[in-house]
């Protein structure tokens, strides 16, 4: 809560590990997506993925259902990342339904936004009302998850209007504070807000914010999505860095961060 995520990784491997070797096993399958979220900001995507189909496994075996809600909600990131949108929308549809059944309205609202990122990506003109119907729900909330579904919002809107209050908004709600998670979170959406609509002073903005917030302790996520960021916004200027646009390419294949690499060898062809 307090975006301490090298000491948290630290934490809940070792209350994964206890509750594994005593058999604590609702302990255990709470905190494996919490884990695995640890992981993904590492940038170590397959072990983060096992670790939630771990989860998702021991959740459903012992009937928790909540636990098994979580890790679909990392599965649900991991698979987006890695290039698998149809395992990702597997993981939405089994979230969204333990949430209505749990009547979990930030939950049901999370997984909205989750089915509007994928529908976004799709080229489905629903997403924008499906992310309406996430926003109107989160703001009973607002601190849990809105800023990460304001990010969103201004990612897919063409409206410079609608796309600058969506992230004055968001940027206010984490000032104010709100969880820390949606700094990584909105961070990441409101860069690509920005590269989208060609402001690249915007995207440098967003990218500094996103590096104080997670000044603490910094994560190889949030560092590639900084420096993507910024070498993404010189090539738009026509000042791009070859070697630069190069090392991020070799990294986020490294990694199988598919989600990025677009954007990249489009500007390493430029």
Not at 102 to 129: D, K, N, T, Y
């Amino acid at each position: 809560m307090r975006g301490l995520y090298r000491t948290t990784a630290r934490m809940f491997r070792r209350c994964v590990d206890v509750s594994s070797a005593q058999g604590f096993k609702r302990i255990e399958a709470a905190n494996l997506p919490m884990l695995a979220t640890m992981v993904m900001l590492e940038m170590r995507f397959a072990e983060a993925l096992a670790l939630t189909e771990r989860g998702i496994l021991l959740a459903d075996q012992i009937g928790h259902r909540r636990a098994a809600m979580i890790s679909h909600h990392a599965r649900f990131f991991l698979c987006s990342d890695l290039g698998e949108p149809a395992e990702a929308a597997r993981s939405v549809a089994a979230a969204f339904e333990i949430a209505e059944a749990l009547q979990a309205r930030r939950f049901i609202a999370e997984s909205l936004m989750f089915r509007a990122v994928l529908e976004h990506a799709a080229g489905e003109p629903r997403a924008r009302e499906t992310l309406s119907d996430a926003l109107a729900m989160a703001r009973e909330h607002p601190f849990y998850l809105l800023p990460y579904g304001l990010g969103l919002l201004a990612m897919m809107t063409e409206d410079p209007a609608e796309r600058g209050a969506a992230l004055a908004e968001g940027e206010a709600l984490i000032a104010g504070g709100a969880v820390t998670h949606n700094i990584p979170l909105f961070g990441r959406y409101a860069i690509e807000a920005c590269l989208a609509a060609k402001d690249w002073s915007g995207a440098e903005r967003q990218a500094d914010a996103l590096l104080r917030g997670m000044a603490a302790e910094p994560r190889p996520m949030t560092d590639f999505l900084a420096a993507r960021a910024r070498a993404l916004a010189a090539a738009g200027r026509g000042q791009g860095n070859a070697g630069e646009i190069s090392r991020l390419v070799t990294e986020a294949r490294a990694a199988g961060w598919q989600a990025m690499l677009p954007a990249l060898e489009a500007a390493a062809t430029r």
